[in-house]
């Protein structure tokens, strides 16, 4: 009964911005770590950011120094900020959350994937 739905996807050339969110919603007690996966066509699914709930991330070499994430723990939202955007960043991008739900089991949830292509 939880679940994460990301906007913010879309088109862009290459060097600009996009800005990601996920929010998650529903029976939810708590969220640990969030993060944020691409995986693009016949490519295998990647980790890009990660963020526990006390703000501490990590990012895939590829996007260090250009993507950032961040989180607003009230709101049960997870963002990442994309800057200098590639031709090989062009993915599906995928949200995922650690939940502690309301019955007090811990599960990993998925958002519904939002398109970010990157070309002139």
């Known amino acids: 009964q939880v679940q994460l739905v990301e906007s913010g996807g879309g088109l862009v050339q290459p060097g600009g911005s996009l800005r990601l969110s996920c929010a998650a919603s529903?029976?939810?007690?708590?969220?640990?770590?969030m993060g944020w996966y691409r995986q693009g066509p016949g490519k295998q699914r990647e980790l890009v950011a990660r963020?526990?709930?006390?703000?501490?991330?990590n990012y895939a070499d590829s996007v260090k120094g250009r993507f950032t994430i961040s989180r607003d723990n009230a709101e049960n939202t997870v963002y990442l900020q994309m800057n200098k955007l590639k031709p090989e960043d062009t993915s599906v991008y995928y949200c995922?959350?650690?939940?502690?739900?309301?019955?007090?089991?811990?599960?990993?949830?998925w958002g519904q994937g939002t398109q970010v292509t990157v070309s002139a």
């Open positions: 995922n959350a650690d939940v502690w739900n309301r019955g007090f089991d811990r599960s990993d949830y």
């Open positions: 529903g029976s939810i007690f708590s969220i640990g770590a």
């Open positions: 963020i526990t709930k006390g703000g501490s991330t």
